[in-house]
């Protein structure tokens, strides 16, 4: 195998591992939050969590293939490991990118239902209530 | 909180309207319209001021947080599922004194709303 073909080789595999390896992380991870958001609705937040995590792939995958190309020509090890370092610190990058977005979209999800669960005025006052089924009995 | 009690005014044209105008709205809890004052008003709540509920609109929670005037009616808006959104809108800070100021206004204008719109009985 030359030295072009195999780096190509190596540069995908890693890339791949890479996003598979966030993509599993987030997946884990990304369901307590989402169950919470959607207040125990576990089969929502199933969805959910599924249907981001195939926007997390589509866009990295995308990245990784556009990214491929290396516009020069590379003749020893050298110059590989370097085109390498180059192309998987920049899928790296793209990966963290994403995942911390994903990670603000959960919090704002999160914080969104929260507060809103609370009324918008504190009362004037409490007053006993006489519950009617007592009253009636 | 699971469910409103609305104390309002049954004299009124304006809130009547009112009144029909929340019965189609969609909620997000439940709501409970006594007349103030009344006989039912004073059984379920023996400890509240109900002079002070004829004077403007009052909403009660179901674990008896007391809410008058301008806090009623943002309290009304916050249980409706299309005003939620507002309710907190208008109680912001920068907000609250003009919403405080508008809701006083036609609540102590509604005899004459009422009137000069023909609602009135």
């Known amino acids: ?137 | 909180m699971l469910c409103i009690t609305v104390l309002y005014d049954p004299d009124c044209g304006l809130c009547r309207r009112a009144h029909e105008w929340l019965a189609e709205q969609a909620k997000l809890i439940e709501f409970n319209f006594v007349p103030c004052a009344s006989e039912e008003a004073r059984r379920r709540y023996p400890q509240l001021n109900h002079d002070l509920t004829k004077q403007d609109l009052t909403v009660i929670g179901d674990n008896g947080a007391v809410y008058f005037g301008p806090k009623a009616w943002l309290m009304v808006l916050w249980a409706l599922a299309r005003y939620r959104d507002w309710s907190y809108r208008l109680a912001a800070p920068e907000m609250l004194p003009t919403t405080r100021r508008v809701v006083s206004l036609i609540s102590q204008n509604r005899y004459q709303i009422s009137r000069a719109t023909g609602l009135s009985r």
């Open chain 1, 1 to 137: 195998m030359t030295i072009p073909i195999s780096t190509y080789l190596i540069y995908l595999a890693l890339s791949i591992a890479l996003t598979v390896w966030v993509a599993r992380t987030l997946h884990k991870n990304g369901r307590v939050f989402l169950v919470d958001v959607f207040h125990g609705n576990e089969a929502l937040a199933d969805s959910v969590n599924h249907l981001l995590v195939v926007g997390f792939y589509l866009i990295n995958f995308g990245y990784v293939s556009l990214a491929l190309k290396l516009g020069y020509v590379i003749e020893t090890a050298e110059q590989s490991i370097e085109a390498l370092s180059v192309k998987i610190g920049m899928v790296l990058l793209v990966l963290g990118g994403m995942h911390f977005f994903n990670l603000f979209v959960f919090s704002r999800m999160r914080r969104r239902s929260n507060t809103h669960q609370h009324p918008p005025v504190a009362p004037d006052e409490f007053t006993p209530i006489q519950q009617a089924a007592r009253q009636e009995a």
